[in-house]
């Protein structure tokens, strides 16, 4: 026993002060907060340029460029929510189109979310405020996708901000914070449709609780106490009616004290009523700000965009023109619903089968990026119930948030998307935390017991929850980024070794200035076109039509993301060839400094190529699928002129 003790007194010292801090010290814990945000924004920044752009990424950020480049806006819900292409198109205004500027804003939101602890504090100990905004910090799947540009980090962020919010307001009753949750609740729903689903988890997370109370006022406790016991039938059915009066008599008690403190329904809400109503206009203004079409609206993203006339209504023409604002309203309700319909109807169409696949991909980026955070939500919410920590309605309630997302998400989406398992792993953090602080709790009291073995457990957890964390962020986040056995990793991903031939392709459009800078090319015909696969349209007649606005509009737009996005962002200059001949005249009289070919295209010219001076490289534009592989020929001209350099 002397040996354990005299192994265990250096760490006396560390838990007094530790000891200390959890019973008195709040600026400790805001000063702790605000370090485990700095090291996410820190996690998040890192090399968040480096890893090529998804077809997703590059779909909206060329978006956001061409509003930039056009002036002219529309919501359109396969884009998702429109916060981040205006927030994109304001930095590519500041510091350039690349990578890293479209990764910034979602980057800066996923980077700041352990803040958001700070808003439960009220109803968390000082530990669990700590281990909430430590988990938001350094969660593999979080850090990943906080580090990709696509809404689903901002949407869970905003509205898990929001709903912080709602909470301080029943906390404080301070109408600040009514207004700012209706700001972030805003900011959710213009960054993507989901933030519906968030308030649906929100409904049903709440009628759970209702159950509860109503039915297991204790918890899960009086449900195991009343599955030991065998009592008569004259027992059960007066422990039902005795237990229904006293949930009655508990209610009664509860609006008397409720009308006690605020003398009268009526006086709650005419305190209110005035801060709810301007609440609901702010949401309204932020959203009309960002759903509200700008410039030439939906024909200024068709092709060919329209101009901009006089008579054009957008946002600042209806918020500038009085006479206007009805219009505006008009026009930007009847794009919302129509779209917002049109997001909704996918559904209603789900098989069996497609709500398999996409459920396990969802489990599996779940496992593999968020395990540890979601085994210690487990241990929060079985300690929260059984009152091994101080039973608080917000733990089953968002526990129930994250739990029920895991079965509805893969209902709703058409496409196996990792990224959705955000929306678990979010509302986890809070049961998470509960967890993670109780077990560091136990750590302490075994510290202060002597007791070794107790201590050594704790660590031994410790140790398994980092390792894992940092094996899957090192693993999944900063290497294999791109790989097909990453869970994280969509299939719609380029391989990474296709960002030296983009760096390239941009250093030549910059310095070329004669002629196209890239020339696309396929020559098959029949089942390559019939199956979605080729890069170039068949009819050359239709080489400069297009629906929306999607340049250059001759090769098929789609199967190429995310190049379009470089070739925008490069100001590359794009043309296209389909034929075998057209091809060999055009790269022995005018030699583009890079042609694209896909590796399956038996009319491919690649002895005419090699002879004119092209060298090639080949790549793969997904994670799966062979048909998606091309090649990259770069003539010696301008590789010897980067090997000069």
Known sequence: ??????????????????????????????????????????????????????FDEGRVAYWAWHYGESGSFAYRYIIHGPLIQHVDSWVFALIGTSDFAMRLPVAVVGGLL??????????????????????????????????FMRSDVLVAAFMVVAFGLFVRFYDTRL?????????????????????????????????????????????????????????????????????????????????????????????????????????????????????????????????????????TVGFWEGITNPALFGDLLQVTVDRVVDQWGEWLEPAAEKTSDSYVSHFGVYLKALGFGSAALALLAGVGYVLDRLGYTAPRHLVPFLFYAGFVSIFGYPLGTDIGAPWLAVHTAVPFALPAAVGLAAIFRWGLNALSSDDAEGVGITAIAFFLVILFVTNAAVTQVYTN??????????????????????????????????????????????????GGNAYVKQDRGDWNESWWNTQPTCIKWYNMLPMPWYFASSDAQVACENGETALGTRIQQNQPPIVITQEFDSTVPRDRLRAAGYENETYSMRTSGYKNVFTVWTHEEYVRNETAS
């Open 1 to 54: 026993m002397a040996s354990s003790s005299g192994l265990l007194s250096p760490l006396q010292d560390v838990r007094r002060q530790v000891g200390a801090w959890t019973r008195d010290d709040d600026h400790a814990t805001l000063k702790l907060v605000a370090g485990i945000t700095l090291l996410a924004l820190v996690l998040r920044l890192a090399f968040l340029g480096r890893r090529v752009a998804h």
């Open 114 to 147: 352990p803040l958001s602890a700070l808003l439960f504090r009220r109803h968390l100990r000082r530990t669990e405020t700590v281990a909430m905004a430590l988990l938001l910090a350094i969660n593999p799947l979080l850090i990943y996708y906080s580090r």
């Open 175 to 311: 109408p600040r914070y009514l207004y700012a949750a209706s700001v972030f609740l805003a900011f959710g729903f213009a960054s993507k449709e989901n933030a519906l689903v968030y308030v649906v988890t929100w409904l049903g997370a709440s009628g759970l609780l209702l159950a509860k109370v109503v039915f297991l006022p204790n918890g899960y406790r009086d449900a195991i106490l009343f599955s030991t016991d065998t009592p008569s039938s004259g027992e059960i059915r007066a422990r039902v009616v005795g237990g229904a009066r006293n949930r009655i008599d508990a209610g009664r008690g509860a609006i008397r004290s409720f009308r006690t403190r605020h003398d009268s329904a009526a006086k709650v809400l005419g305190a209110y009523a005035g801060h709810l109503v301007l609440a609901v206009l702010l949401f309204g203004f932020v959203s009309l700000f960002f759903y509200a079409p700008r410039g030439a609206g939906v024909p200024g993203i068709e092709h060919p965009p329209a101009p901009v006339t006089e008579g």
């Open 481 to 530: 980024a791109t790989t097909d056995g990453n869970p994280l990793v969509q299939y719609a991903q380029p391989e990474q070794s296709l960002r030296e031939e983009l760096t390239e392709m941009h250093r030549i459009s910059q310095a070329h200035d004669s002629g196209p800078d890239v020339v696309v090319y396929h020559g098959e015909s029949g089942d390559d076109y019939d």
